[in-house]
Nanobody, 120 residues
Framework: QVQLVESGGGLVQAGGSLRLSCAASGSIFSINAMGWYRQAPGNERELVAT???????NHADSVKGRATISRDNAKNTVYLQINSLKPEDTAVYYC??????????????WGKGTLVTVSS
């Protein structure tokens, strides 16, 4: 089994910063893409950022210039640094990983989410 556990969420004032972390553990041979999605109340889950195992990144327009995704392959961990936070960034942030298991099959795994609340 594979688990992804997010941390780093919380309450922050508008204009502040947060760094989210997501660590993967379990039966992992390697991890292809990792990324972050978020879901605000009443909204659908939306992509925030992704990063390949080679380090290529993609950021949603809504966070471009304010957020940076990175990863530490040795630690099977992905990070999301968000600066200049806005109230509309308030959401539950979920990480995912496309994990290759010991038998060579890749599956998507998701964390349970971490809540980010930005006050105005």
């Amino acid at each position: 089994q594979v688990q992804l556990v997010e941390s780093g969420g919380g309450l922050v004032q508008a204009g502040g910063s947060l760094r989210l972390s997501c660590a993967a553990s379990g039966s992992i041979f390697s991890i292809n893409a990792m990324g972050w999605y978020r879901q605000a109340p009443g909204n659908e889950r939306e992509l925030v950022a992704t990063i390949t195992d080679g380090g290529s990144t993609n950021h949603a327009d809504s966070v471009k210039g304010r957020a940076t995704i990175s990863r530490d392959n040795a630690k099977n961990t992905v990070y999301l640094q968000i600066n200049s936070l806005k109230p509309e960034d308030t959401a539950v942030y979920y990480c995912y990983g496309n994990v290759v298991g010991p038998f060579g099959y890749a599956l998507n795994y998701w964390g349970k989410g971490t809540l980010v609340t930005v006050s105005s």
